[in-house]
């Protein structure tokens, strides 16, 4: 597609659901990215994939939060037994190159834990 | 329609030289604008925050200006070294997030 494509754009969950929210980056990009917006916060990286190599999950913030991509290109980042703090904008990114040139975030989730 | 836009796209530069990255948006409501530095394979690191009010703001070798009648924004890196080689994006908040697509900088010695 002509960028990078998250769903659903919103999201209201009732607290202790599971939640999976995905992206479909732009074709051909080897890293994707994931990170978090939750309210009056700047971004916080949760996870980052790049090719095949093993994802460097050092951002996630506790166990209930885990992330796949599969064959390279479709990534879903899944929260279990979501806590009301969970409540954020879900942002996911991708990038081409190195240096991250045609770096592109998608419009995002937005998801609500009540 | 909100909109964000970094030039130039790339850039590189030598070691100990200054540039300017620029933003111009189109985002209202307005709220505040960040500057992040994102190194390859990392999260990004926020470097300015700055709301209507504020005109500059500094941070070590980086000072943000922020013009809020025209709507723009630079990001001036002094005595450049080969570690702020990286991706720098400009995120305007309104209403929601706009992100530009970044500025991808590359410091050669």
């Known amino acids: 597609g002509a960028g990078v494509s998250q769903s659903p754009s919103n999201k209201v969950t009732e607290k202790g659901k599971d939640v999976e929210l995905r992206c479909d980056p732009i074709?051909?990009?080897?890293?994707l990215y994931w990170y978090r917006q939750s309210l009056g916060q700047g971004l916080e990286f949760l996870i980052y994939?790049?090719?095949?190599?093993?994802?460097?999950k050092s951002g996630l913030p506790s166990d209930r939060f885990s992330a796949e991509r599969t064959g390279g290109s479709v990534s879903t980042l899944t929260i279990q037994r979501t806590q009301q703090e969970d409540s954020a904008v879900y942002l996911c990114?991708?990038?081409?190159?190195?240096?991250?040139?045609?770096?592109?975030f998608g419009s995002g989730t937005r998801l609500t834990v009540v | 329609k909100n909109q964000v836009e970094q030039s130039p796209q790339s850039l590189i530069i030598l070691e100990g030289k200054n540039c300017t990255l620029q933003?111009?948006?189109?985002?209202?409501?307005?709220?505040?604008l960040r500057w992040y530095k994102q190194d390859t394979g990392r999260g990004p690191v926020s470097l300015t925050i700055?709301?209507?009010?504020?005109n500059t703001k500094s941070n070590g070798r980086y000072t943000a200006t922020l013009d809020a009648d025209t709507k723009q924004s630079s990001l001036h890196i002094t005595a450049s070294q080969l570690s702020d080689s990286a991706s720098y994006i400009c995120?305007?908040?309104?209403?929601?997030?706009?992100f530009g697509k970044g500025t991808s900088l590359l410091v050669t010695p």
């Open positions: 990114a991708s990038s081409a190159q190195l240096y991250g040139y045609g770096y592109t």
């Open positions: 074709s051909g990009h080897t890293a």
């Open positions: 994939f790049q090719g095949n190599s093993a994802p460097d």
């Open positions: 933003c111009n948006y189109t985002v209202s409501p307005f709220s505040n």
């Open positions: 700055m709301t209507f009010s504020e």
């Open positions: 995120v305007v908040t309104g209403e929601a997030l706009n």
